[in-house]
């Protein structure tokens, strides 16, 4: 699993709620969606002849992403004017 939780441009915490509670609600709610399974002969049959299965290197690093945390660079770069 992938994704910025509340990184630039997404949600704003509503005035009062701390931003660190939003994004731990936001990844709490993130953990519980559903994962995708291919159950379908098509999407098998891509696997099994375009991809080497379906937990293949080549079918990760194509179609699966991960989430890590980026650390916040402190340099003189990340001033914001």
């Not at 290197?57 to 916040?72: F, I, M, P, R």
Request: net charge negative; with cysteine; glycine share 6%.
């Amino acid at each position: 699993m992938d994704g910025c939780l509340n990184g630039g441009a997404q949600i704003r915490p509503d005035s009062g709620t701390p931003a660190r509670e939003l994004t731990s609600h936001l990844e709490e709610m993130y953990k519980k969606l559903p994962q995708s399974h291919p159950d379908n002969n098509d999407t098998k049959f891509i696997y099994a002849n375009y991809l080497d299965g379906t937990f293949s290197d080549k079918a990760k690093s194509l179609l699966h992403t991960n989430y890590h945390a980026v650390e916040k660079m402190n340099t003189a770069l990340n001033i914001k004017w």
